[in-house]
């Protein structure tokens, strides 16, 4: 961890007006002494967020969400508090001192050494494509110039090519360790962890290579996908694959897809937009990434039940992030790689474009279940359809009423009090609601953690605790 002085903290704050750093993350308008919006921290519909401008703080109404410029950003990107110091200095052009404990410079220096040594496996991979790996990307359809753009390469079926390889380059054995690339047996043997596999490199935002995918050339050996293991510089949960290329892509919406040979051919359509997550179901801090550089997600998960769910799970995870949340219709393809097999780019444009908004697609997804001629399934599709319509703005509800109403027959009234009905389930953030209880302790827990973060940032502090505490270094 960085140490920052009470001045160079105190500089950085005064030069990063509040009202500019929320403003980037949501729309303000001023009324009186404050500025209020959205809060970005729980969904709701009218705006409880307030910033003031003379107090340099911001609070939410709704969720107790308060703090400065600092707290913000660190409740924004998930941020510590260092590495919040380091976003806002650069926002300025603030040139930060090289102030860093030896553990920092440690870790730091072990990232950056992870950092290089995926580089060079990532090149080693991609200059050992083998003939039966380059027919298995001709025969996927993959042209050579999407190849070179996605970095794919070939891990090869031998035990210990790619460490030894690493090991003549000067890396460590506890480094290619942490690294993820080989593994060590029981007996203490390191072998690669990939083999016979194509591989697919992770870039993160900013065009580092964090991890690697590897598919199974058979369909005999499994898992088909392998990943890299979490490791200093790979957190599953944070990253998606594609989105280097994506955040370029000046489009409207960002696509969403669960493979990532989905994601390379879509790009390879002209998709540039195009996302994937990395063999897990999307989480918020995913959502929140995509939120950085839009408003919308045209999810297009696989053409069946698991994809379904998925995609309900996907739907309740996004909205949290405030996204606007289109299904893209498949047709008859399992996922977007075979629909852009079967179909043309145009028409994959149009499914886009005509995709429909979520609460649809879960309206006609419930309606799947129910023969709409039986009273009895009206009633219980009616049922269902208002939970989804409970997690609803009022305007929403009233152009779903009317359109429920239509199609069976049950009144506009008769739904509204289903609607409102104290004990109706949320249906649409199938996830984790919070309890104030939990609100209150996670509160605490962000409070402790700032306390000790500014301690941790006075040098004055630091110095103290050095002294006492160099012998646990
Ligand atoms: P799919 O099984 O849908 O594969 O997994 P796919 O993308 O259609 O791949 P192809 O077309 O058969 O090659 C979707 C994603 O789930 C993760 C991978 O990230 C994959 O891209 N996955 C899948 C795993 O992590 N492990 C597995 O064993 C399978
Ligand atoms: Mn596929």
Redesign the pocket.
């Known amino acids: 961890m960085a140490f920052y002085s009470e001045d160079i903290v105190g500089d950085i704050r005064e030069g990063n007006d509040i009202v500019d750093v929320v403003s980037s993350y949501i729309n303000l308008k001023k009324s009186g002494a404050s500025h209020f919006g959205l809060c970005p921290f729980h969904r709701e519909k009218s705006a409880s967020f307030s910033v003031h401008s003379d107090k340099q703080m911001y609070t939410c109404f709704g969720c107790g969400a308060s703090g400065n410029v600092y707290s913000f950003i660190m409740k924004i990107e998930n941020y510590d508090f260092v590495e919040a110091v380091q976003h806002l200095a650069a926002r300025i052009n603030y040139a930060l001192p090289e102030e860093r404990s030896d553990y920092a410079k440690k870790a730091q220096n072990e990232k950056k050494l992870i950092y290089d040594m995926n580089v060079v496996a990532a090149r080693f991979f991609y200059d050992n494509i083998s003939a039966s790996a380059s027919l298995y990307l001709d025969k996927?359809g993959i042209h050579p110039k999407i190849r070179k753009k996605y970095g794919l390469g070939y891990a090869s079926d031998e035990w210990h090519k790619l460490y030894n390889y690493l090991q003549k380059q000067g890396y460590s054995k506890k480094m290619i360790l942490k690294s993820g690339l080989v593994k060590e047996s029981e007996k203490g043997k390191i072998y690669d962890r990939f083999r016979d596999r194509i591989i697919f490199p992770i870039f993160d935002a900013s065009n580092r290579v964090i991890a690697f995918?590897g598919?199974a050339l058979s369909s005999e050996s499994?898992?088909?996908?392998?990943?890299s293991p979490e490791t200093p510089i790979f957190d599953k949960s944070k990253n998606l694959y594609s989105i280097n290329y994506a955040k370029q892509a000046k489009l409207n919406e960002i696509i969403l897809v669960?493979?990532?040979?989905?994601a390379i051919s879509v790009y390879q359509a002209g998709f540039h937009n195009v996302v994937?997550?990395?063999?897990t179901a999307i989480g918020i801090n995913q959502a929140k990434l995509i939120s950085k550089y839009t408003n919308t997600v045209a999810i297009a998960y696989?053409n069946d039940d698991a994809g379904i769910t998925a995609t309900l799970r996907a739907i309740a995870i996004l909205s949290e992030a405030n996204l606007k949340i289109k299904v893209v219709n498949l047709k008859t393809a399992?996922?977007p790689?075979e629909y852009l097999k079967l179909f043309s780019p145009d028409d994959f444009a149009k499914e886009i474009e005509t995709a429909k908004n979520h609460v649809d697609f879960q309206i006609d997804n419930i309606k799947k279940d129910f023969d709409l001629q039986k009273t009895e399934d009206k009633i219980e599709f009616t049922k269902h359809v208002s939970e989804v319509l409970a997690g609803l703005s009022q305007i929403e509800q009233d152009a779903y009423i009317l359109q429920l109403t239509q199609t069976t027959g049950i009144s506009q009234s008769a739904i509204k009090s289903e609607i409102s009905r104290p004990d109706i389930p949320q249906r649409k953030p199938k996830t984790r609601t919070i309890t104030p209880e939990q609100e209150e302790r996670r509160g605490l827990r962000d409070a402790k953690k700032n306390i000790i973060n500014l301690i941790a940032n006075s040098y004055f502090v630091y110095e103290k605790l050095h002294e006492n505490y160099t012998h646990l270094n």
């Open positions: 996927r995918g598919r499994l898992p088909k996908y392998l990943n669960e493979g990532y040979l989905d994937a997550t990395l063999g696989d399992n996922d790689d």
